[in-house]
C-alpha cells in the first residue's frame, strides 16, 4: 500500500521560512515524480514544484522560483520542500502527489489532478503578521 503524509505547515510571518515533509511508502520503483501542489480558498489548485526520484531533476512554478527549493532523501524516502521569503499570497493548504514522470519534465506542474496516483493529506500553511 503506497503512502504519503505531508507535514511541516504551520503559521509564519511575511518574509519567514518553513520546510514542509512528504514521506512516502510503499512505492514499489524510484521511477516516480512527487509534487507539492497547493490550494487557497476560492482559488484553483496550483502546481509548484515537481522532482523526479530517479534522477533528481525539479521544476518550479514560476511563482514560487527562487523562494522554494525542493529536495529528496531517498534514503529516508522523503520529499523536502524549503519555503523562503513567504508572502500572504503563499497562504494555501499544501499537499504533495506522487505520480509518473512527465515528459518534457517541467510540464507535470500543469497537472493538478488525475495524473498524480497517490496523495498526502495536506498541511496548511498561512503566512500572516
Known amino acids: 500500500e503506497v503512502q504519503l503524509v505531508d507535514s511541516g505547515g504551520g503559521l509564519v510571518q511575511p518574509g519567514g521560512s518553513l520546510r514542509l515533509s512528504c514521506q512516502h511508502s510503499?512505492?514499489?520503483?524510484?521511477?516516480?515524480?512527487i509534487s507539492w501542489l497547493r490550494q487557497a480558498p476560492g482559488k484553483e489548485r496550483e502546481g509548484i514544484s515537481v522532482?523526479?526520484?530517479?534522477?533528481?531533476?525539479?521544476a518550479y512554478a514560476d511563482s514560487v522560483k527562487g523562494r522554494f527549493t525542493i529536495s529528496t532523501d531517498n534514503a529516508q524516502n522523503t520529499v523536502y520542500l524549503q519555503m523562503n521569503s513567504l508572502k500572504p499570497e503563499d497562504s494555501a493548504v499544501y499537499s504533495c502527489?506522487?505520480?509518473?514522470?512527465?515528459?518534457?519534465?517541467?510540464?507535470?506542474?500543469?497537472?493538478?489532478?488525475?495524473?498524480?496516483?497517490?496523495w498526502g493529506q495536506g498541511t496548511q500553511v498561512t503566512v500572516s503578521s
Open positions: 502527489a506522487a505520480g509518473p514522470p512527465c515528459v518534457p519534465f517541467g510540464s507535470c506542474l500543469h497537472f493538478t489532478g488525475e495524473w498524480w496516483d497517490y
Open positions: 510503499g512505492l514499489t520503483s524510484d521511477d516516480y515524480a
Open positions: 522532482i523526479s526520484l530517479s534522477d533528481g531533476t525539479t
